[in-house]
């Protein structure tokens, strides 16, 4: 196989040596072992021929070991290398970014390359994302240049003492003394860096002979080092800016001299200098996580007890690594800047699994409240809160504030305040008695009737520095009924005292809960402790339930509204589906006060609407729509910006109605609008029951009286008024036949009533599914008879009562047989009416009694004489109504009563020969005798009455005799009679044949 070479140009300005380096087989061992292979000289070119088929070199400056360049040579792919002092600029840039990375891990770009250590278990894979990672941020290396780079500074002393003789001074780290007490550090040595792989010790005030010391894997040991005897040091870089080398960093070395802990740090210390508290807490075998901020403090000293170290000392607290603004804010409320702190660790324990906190006493503290006003904290105690999740650390107080409230007992309040740069966020634990709570200040004295109960009590406050302010609230938890049965389902159960401070005392300003739902029966029973007897139907959501210290100094609360009464409801007031807003007064001996008012209304667009002098309501709301509550108290600056950011929402429109309500005494409630309905348009005054809102609307003369308005809920109104008519109604029968005519029908018979009456009249506006319906019917009494109009929907625009009035006369007219049904199905009634006059243009009544009411001859006869008929005149109209004579007979003789005599007249009078007479009487039941009697008493002589009684009454000569005998008909006349009907043939043949 031919030997390949390597070109190798180096055009930097330093002399390179060239290795080759493999990873150890072992798992555990991840440091590679170097073999020296070949030189080139600065700006020079050499000829390397590699031993095996793959290899890595390593090209480093021969002065300090640096490496300049890592790369993989593969025979067949690769034979020219070429190294640049941008090389050297690339390392010297990854080795500054390798000591920062070290000092400070938990940095925006160490924190991120670590995370994609972490997180990507794939070598390949994390080195191409840490280059592009840091490409993107500027650096010109890669990850193979600072995987190299970090090695060379854990194994060579050069990168240290690159320019100098790198000096360490060497310090005993702890005090063997039983007391604790403040040491005076003295140097025990001091560690020189110098060539590679040499350390030794100098200057003999520990030590009768300097030791040789190796520096390999991160490790700084003397030959056969052990946990007690030798030397053993482990390195560590460290931020130098608190020794007043701001930018650089330094190597650092904690461990044991013939087990005796040291520290070696590059620059002298004493009472005068500063130490890293990370850095003393690791020399004391505390674990002080990287990622965790360090703290600057001084004049240190520690004590160990039972497994627990203390760390004493002093701080300076603008040295303190506060997040940006913070510091201002602590500088207001601190009255020094330098302060004692203690550290209690359990030693061995892992400080990164939690928070290390710096307890200080800090004496008197005074929290600006606004207005020149503080809070003036007494022992209290600060705590530097050191978290890993934060590369700054917390500012916290902790206190105790006692207070009491409406005479209740003093509770004390721990509160516990973390100070960022806009405010101090307060967590409060309230400790008190659970059984002894405050009584709220409108609450009956009588225990057993009180009815809002406290259950337990919590702290809310704020605290704001830009501008100054202070936010304190009583949070209770609270419930409302005396017992299960009696209880009010709460969604919020909040009740919230706020308070101000005044001399350093709480002193509340009002009190604010809230409730979903009640009536007003509730409301008294709940929260007046008062009985009531109005039957209302009347219900409150949303109730905004408050108390204000000094009604005479109002306040602006978190919705936004002013404080003006003592003790009040805000809520909306269900009013038959009418929903009002406004605040009530509650008084604890006349119950509710105040005025509501709802947005304008109507119903049917412009038919019916509802207008006032109400002001409008508008409530706060923040960003996301949500009400802001008076019981809300802001406990952080953005909660607090975001009330006075909030904006307004109209929740009831201005220049609605207004109510007025008064519990104290009968009306409850009335209402003051002014009203538009047809054309009336004026202001009204109503007056509310259980059954609607009740007013009067005056329409002038058109009705004879006010109309009786009652608004019954939000859909429906009706309103009542009574109005005169005077006028002909035509009134349609049914069809009849022509008295003239056997063979023909004539159109329908039309009659008239002439009605003058008053109408009481219904008028209803009725809203339901979008649909809207005017309405209107009424009822008259017309000749002491009750009759009812139809419901009628009006449909076409109206603008007038006038035009209502004559619509309902409209209906009258085109619904006369339905109005009428009742006298049109009652034939006597009809008969009479016509009998009075009243119904016009009836020919004759027993042909409409046949023809339209289906009467027979009999039933006709008896309403004719009911109505007041004489029997003649009934005799005359039941012929023309085409009854049949014997019909007409039987009937009028049952009805009437009457003799033959009286029946025969009748008869006659209707226009009857004396044939149809006798057929009529002998089907009514009349005899020979009381028909010839009959004849002969309405004028028929002997021939005609013997012609009938053997023509009609089929009677023989004896039987006529007899007859005409009972008629007392003489002798001469019987005879004469008699040879009248003697020669019966002839006589029908002259009959038939006249000529």
């Known amino acids: 196989m031919a030997q390949y070479k390597v070109n190798i140009d180096n055009t930097s300005s330093k002399a390179l040596e060239i290795y080759t380096f493999r990873v150890s087989p072992s798992a555990s061992d991840v440091y590679p072992d170097y073999v020296k292979v070949g030189e080139v000289a600065a700006s020079s070119k050499e000829t390397y021929t590699p ?59 160490p924190s991120a390359v670590n995370n994609i250590i972490s997180s990507t278990p794939n070598v390949t894979e994390m080195e191409t994302q840490i280059d592009e990672y840091l490409a993107d941020n500027g650096c010109n290396f890669n990850y193979a240049t600072f995987t190299a780079v970090n090695f060379w500074a854990q194994n060579d002393t050069r990168a240290w003492a690159q320019e100098s003789d790198y000096t360490l001074d060497v310090y005993a780290s702890d005090n063997p003394s039983v007391e604790p007490s403040l040491i005076t550090l003295s140097t025990n040595g001091e560690i020189t860096l110098k060539e590679f792989n040499g350390f030794e010790t100098g200057g003999g005030r520990s030590y009768k002979d300097a030791v040789p010391l190796s520096f390999s894997r991160n490790m700084v040991t003397s030959d056969g080092a052990t946990d007690t005897s030798g030397t053993s040091l482990t390195g560590t870089v460290i931020d130098l800016t608190d020794v007043d080398q701001a930018g650089n960093y330094g190597l650092f070395l904690v461990g044991t001299q013939d087990g005796n802990n040291i520290i070696a740090q590059p620059y002298k210390t004493g009472f005068d200098k500063t130490y890293s508290l990370a850095a003393l807490c690791k020399n004391h075998g505390i674990d002080w996580p990287d990622s965790v901020p360090d703290v600057v403090v001084y004049d240190y000293f520690f004590s160990s007890s039972g497994g627990e170290t203390v760390i004493n000392g002093k701080l300076d607290i603008t040295r303190v690594s506060f997040d940006e603004g913070v510091l201002d804010n602590v500088l207001d409320i601190l009255s020094s800047t330098i302060y004692e702190f203690t550290l209690e660790v359990d030693v061995g324990a892992n400080l990164g699994a939690g928070t290390i906190e710096l307890k200080i006493d800090a004496g008197e503290i005074k929290i600006p409240l606004g207005d020149n006003n503080y809070l003036t904290l007494d022992d209290s105690e600060v705590m530097l809160s050191i978290n890993a999740a934060f590369s700054f650390v917390l500012f916290k107080i902790k206190t105790t504030i006692p207070f009491t409230l409406f005479g209740g007992p003093t509770f004390d309040a721990s509160v516990s305040f973390t100070i960022d740069n806009l405010e101090a966020q307060i967590g409060v634990v309230l400790n008190g008695d659970n059984n002894a709570l405050f009584t709220l200040p409108f609450e009956s004295s009588d225990k057993n009737s009180q009815s809002i109960q406290i259950d337990n009590l919590g702290l809310a406050m704020g605290v704001f520095f830009k501008p100054p302010g202070f936010d304190l609230g009583v949070t209770t938890k609270f419930k409302i009924g005396k017992d299960k049965k009696h209880s009010v389902t709460l969604d919020d159960d909040t009740l919230t005292v706020v308070c101000n401070i005044v001399d350093d005392i709480p002193d509340p300003v009002y009190i604010s809960f809230y ?240 009605l003058k009456t008053d109408v009481e009249a219904t008028l209803t506006i009725t809203t339901n599914n979008n649909q809207i319906e005017l309405n ?106 085409i009854y049949s004579v014997e019909h007409i007979t039987k009937g009028l003789e049952k009805a009437y009563k009457s003799t033959g005599n009286d029946i025969s007249k009748a008869l006659h009078y209707a226009g009857f020969g004396p044939d149809d007479i006798a057929t009529g009487m002998m089907y009514a039941g009349f005899n020979p005798d009381e028909i010839t009697l009959g004849l002969k008493y309405i004028g028929y002589g002997a021939n005609e009455v013997a012609k009938v009684l053997k023509v009609t009454c089929k009677l023989g000569k004896d039987a006529i005799t007899s007859a005409m005998k009972y008629a007392k008909f003489g002798v001469n006349e019987i005879e004469k009679g008699l040879k009248a009907i003697g020669d019966v043939t002839n006589d029908i043949w002259k009959y038939l044949n006249p000529f």
């Not at 190294?83 to 390392?91: C, G, H």
């Not at 105040?594 to 304008?600: A, E, F, K, L, N």
């Not at 009705?703 to 109005?723: A, E, H, P, R, V």
Request: with cysteine; charged share 20%; glycine share 8%.
């Open 515 to 754: 409730i979903p739902k009640l009536d007003l029966t509730e409301i008294f029973e709940l929260l007046l402790n008062l009985p009531t007897t109005i039957d209302i139907p009347v219900s409150f959501s949303d109730l905004s339930v408050l108390w204000v210290q000094n009604p005479m100094e109002p306040i602006v609360l978190p919705d936004g509204s002013l404080s003006q009464i003592a003790y009040r409801l805000s809520a909306y007031m269900d009013l038959f589906g009418l929903q009002f807003y406004g605040s009530l007064e509650m008084n604890l001996k006349s119950g509710v006060h105040g005025t509501v008012t709802m947005s304008p209304f109507s119903i049917g667009g412009d038919l019916f609407s509802l207008t006032g002098d109400g002001n409008g309501v508008t409530i706060k709301i923040d960003s996301d729509g949500n009400p802001i509550k008076n019981n809300y108290v802001p406990k952080t600056a953005k909660e607090k910006k975001a009330v006075e950011n909030a904006t307004t929402k109209q929740i009831i429109a201005a220049g609605g109605p207004e109510i007025k309500v008064t519990t104290s005494g009968s009306p409850y409630f009335t209402l003051g609008a002014r009203l538009d309905f047809l054309d009336f348009s004026n202001s009204i005054y109503a007056e509310i029951s259980k059954k609607g809102i009740f007013f009067d609307l005056d329409f002038g003369s058109i009705i004879s009286s006010k109309m009786k308005c009652c608004l019954k809920d939000y859909q429906n109104f009706t309103g009542d008024f009574t109005f005169g008519i005077d006028m002909t109604i035509p009134l349609i029968l049914s069809s009849t036949l022509a008295p003239s005519s056997f063979s023909s029908l004539i159109p329908t018979s039309v009659h008239s009533i002439k």
């Open 776 to 881: 209107a019917w009424g009822t008259f009494n017309f000749e002491g008879e009750s009759f009812k109009i139809p419901g009628y929907t009006i449909k076409s625009n109206i603008s007038k009562l006038y035009d209502v009035i004559k619509k309902i006369e409209s209906v009258i007219v085109a619904d006369a047989a339905q109005i009428f049904k009742d006298l049109t199905g009652d034939a006597e009634t009809w008969a009479k009416w016509v009998e009075k006059g009243i119904i016009h243009g009836v020919e004759n009544v027993a042909y409409d009694l046949k023809v339209g009411f289906k009467k027979a001859a009999g039933e006709t006869a008896s309403i004719l004489k009911k109505v007041g008929y004489v029997l003649n005149d009934a005799a005359k109209d039941m012929r023309s109504a």
């Open 51 to 109: 031993a095996e088929t793959f290899e890595n070199l390593y090209f480093v400056n021969k002065t300090d070991g640096m490496p300049l360049l890592n790369t993989a040579i593969q025979l067949f792919s690769l034979t020219d290398v070429t190294i640049s002092d941008d090389n050297l600029k690339d390392s010297q840039d990854a080795f500054a970014f390798c000591k920062a990375y070290i000092a400070n891990p938990s940095g925006k770009m």
